[in-house]
């Protein structure tokens, strides 16, 4: 009996293991949606067409055709997916234009000092 409450103890022990690294992977994963959905809404934002929102998701989609090995393939589309919107001109634009003003706005407070 001590031996199978010892083997009891190291299935559970396995199992808990299992279940953390699924915990983190889901973690992971939600987090990469979450910038996803954020890009989304900001091009949402920007007014950026359909057409080339659905380019962007078709370039990400077409890019992850084959799964790399050793990496979940959900996971791949949507960092893929993140790096494309992230890399999207209206994005790069928009802040260029904030890093702009933001420069601009502190250079007139050194100059009103």
């Known amino acids: 009996e001590p031996q199978q409450k010892v083997e009891e103890t190291e299935l ?3 199992e808990l293991q299992m279940l953390e690294t699924e915990r983190v992977r889901l973690s992971l994963l939600e987090e990469k949606l979450l910038d996803v959905l954020q890009l989304l809404q900001q091009l949402r934002n920007l007014n950026i067409s359909k057409r080339a ?4 998701l078709l370039n990400a989609l077409e890019s992850c055709h ?4 050793g990496k979940a393939h959900l996971f791949e589309v949507l960092d893929t997916l993140s790096q494309e919107l992230a890399a ?3 994005l790069q634009s928009q802040a ?5 003003s933001q420069q601009s706005l502190s ?7």
């Open 12 to 14: 559970l022990k396995m």
């Open 53 to 56: 929102l659905g380019k962007i």
């Open 66 to 69: 084959e799964p790399q090995p």
């Open 88 to 90: 999207c001109d209206l």
């Open 96 to 100: 260029l234009e904030v890093a702009q």
């Open 107 to 113: 250079n007139t407070l050194v100059i009103s000092c």
